[in-house]
């Protein structure tokens, strides 16, 4: 589901199919790329959703789980037609309920399966108004904002090191080798319940977003996100582009980048 054309101007309208554009690469080390993504987007409707999962790295499974993820909540997206709501309420309360529904389908198959390391995926999932823009997440998979050319992220990572990082314990550069550094502290599957953070932030035009796995954060600082962002003509050029900058860098995770242009 990737795609490109020329750009809109963007805010106070729906977002078209050609407006986001999302790719994924194994990366140069990982026998299995264990990360998924999703979007529904059509100019005739007032919401967009977008999301990208990345099954917990080292458990079984994680395919799986980040797959099983997206599905869950593209199916009830569609089914109980969000793409026609803009009211922030209860896009929220949708948002939490289908990644609840997820987190119930993926932890029953652990349960079924008797799976001892319980596969589980994290979770950034976006949903855009012609005002407005819903980012859910748990895990350390981000999104981003480029606005007037300064890049901001709009998720904290729920992990062992961002705790650490938000303490002032140890810096972001510190955390790019430390030893525990593959810990999250909230995902989808391997418990019975999922703890979701939603925040609601103003859509403007021209404003453009990134949703990515950690395989892009890992590698890519923020500032060169920022640059890649900001010199890319449409969002097939911005994911091209941060893709290869993640491989240059190592390219050690799969690596997933969801852009859009709104």
């Given at each position: 589901m990737t795609s490109s054309r020329k750009r809109r101007n963007g805010g106070g309208q729906g977002i078209g199919?050609?407006?986001?554009?999302?790719?994924?690469?194994?990366?140069l080390i990982r026998d299995c790329n264990e990360d998924s993504y999703m979007y529904w987007a059509e100019e005739s409707h007032p919401s967009t959703l977008v999301a990208v999962?990345?099954?917990?790295?080292?458990?079984?499974?994680g395919d799986?789980?980040?797959?099983?993820?997206m599905r869950r909540i593209l199916t009830d997206w569609r089914r109980e037609r969000m793409y026609d709501v803009t009211a922030k309420p209860r896009l929220s309360a949708f948002l939490e309920d289908s990644v609840q529904r997820a987190n119930e389908a993926i932890f029953s198959l652990n349960r079924e399966y008797n799976i001892q390391h319980p596969m589980g995926t994290t979770l950034v999932a976006g949903v855009?108004?012609?005002?407005?823009?819903l980012v859910a997440h748990a895990g350390d998979s981000r999104c981003y904002r480029l606005r007037n050319g300064v890049i901001k992220r709009l998720t904290q990572d729920h992990s062992f090191v961002g705790e650490l990082i938000r303490k002032k314990i140890i810096s972001p550069a510190e955390a790019r080798n430390h030893p525990f550094a593959h810990i999250i502290s909230r995902s989808v599957g391997p418990t019975?319940?999922?703890?979701?953070?939603?925040?609601i932030f103003e859509r403007r035009p021209r404003d453009r977003y990134v949703l990515c796995s950690d395989g892009l954060c890992t590698h890519v600082e923020d500032i060169e996100i920022e640059t890649?962002?900001?010199d890319a003509t449409n969002p097939y050029e911005a994911v091209k582009n941060?893709?290869?900058?993640s491989l240059r860098g190592g390219g050690e995770d799969n690596i997933t980048v969801l852009c859009v242009f709104a």
């Open positions: 199919p050609y407006d986001v554009v999302a790719d994924s690469h194994i990366g999962a990345d099954g917990i790295g080292g458990h079984e499974c799986v789980a980040s797959a099983l993820c855009f108004t012609t005002d407005h823009v019975a319940t999922v703890e979701l953070e939603v925040n890649i962002l900001y941060l893709l290869y900058a």
